[in-house]
């Protein structure tokens, strides 16, 4: 298979007032086109800083990132900001709506950025939101919805300009369980129709639902696992 992520040796210090801290230890993955990977690892693991650097939302201190065969650990900040707006779909635990907006405006803004007609926007918008379940409020602000409807929306707005890559940092965190497998359903939904899909969590449970489980401890891989192909 295709990799759409190759990384090679990264390393991620952060220098301050105190002692060095070494976030990242030589990390080495590949993430093949069409995967579902979780990655798994408590608070201070590592596994948000390995996440910012594989969103291109970071550069390691060492080390190789390509993307899609690109490297990037030398890119501008525009250069990496294109390949975030284009080939890339964030999920955040926190959702990030904005709060004056409907569902469908929210879905709307970020391919504003794309340089699309506004009819091509509301037509990718539409299509996001009818994928998640959303198709009857799409006028609702997120003060008029619930949490998991409020993530629905934000998966809708991640996968609306269909990029190869959704990055799904803790999406079930502030859910509870009934709504938080409604967004796992979504996301296996995704996986099936050819997406690649990057879960980070520190939940065992949630990361079950992926076919491949990368265990992150101390800013190394401490254990990299296919499981049984997600339903």
């Known amino acids: 298979m295709e990799a759409l992520i190759e990384a090679h040796g990264l390393m991620k210090r952060y220098s ?3 002692p060095e801290v070494c976030a990242l230890n030589g990390i080495d993955l590949t993430v093949t086109r069409g995967e579902f990977a979780a990655i798994v690892g ?8 390995l996440m910012n650097i594989l969103g291109c939302l970071d550069v390691p201190t060492e080390g190789s990132y390509l993307f899609d065969g690109q490297e990037t650990s030398h890119l501008t900040e525009t250069e990496l900001a294109e390949i975030r707006n284009r080939e890339i779909g964030f999920v ?16 709307e ?3 504003l950025y794309r340089g699309l007609s506004r009819d091509e926007r509301r037509r990718l918008s539409l299509d996001a939101l009818e994928q998640v379940g959303l198709g009857e409020r799409i006028h609702h602000r997120p003060s008029q919805m619930s949490g998991g409807q409020q ?21 079930t965190g502030n859910l509870d369980s ?3 497998a409604a967004v796992m359903d979504i996301l ?7 997406r690649t899909i990057l879960l980070i969590t520190h939940d065992d449970t949630i990361a079950a639902g992926a076919g491949r489980i990368i265990r992150i401890r101390d800013g190394r891989i401490a254990e990299d696992r296919a499981t049984r192909q997600p339903a």
């Open 16 to 18: 301050g007032a105190g």
């Open 42 to 49: 408590r608070s201070g693991s590592g596994k948000s800083t």
């Open 92 to 107: 955040f635990q926190g959702f990030n709506l904005i709060p004056n907006l409907d569902a469908l405006e929210n879905v």
């Open 109 to 111: 803004l970020p391919l």
């Open 151 to 171: 993530q629905r929306v934000a998966i809708a707005r991640a996968i609306a300009a269909r990029p190869p890559l959704i990055l799904a940092d803790e999406p």
């Open 178 to 180: 009934q709504s938080g």
């Open 188 to 194: 296996k939904g995704l996986h099936r129709e050819g």
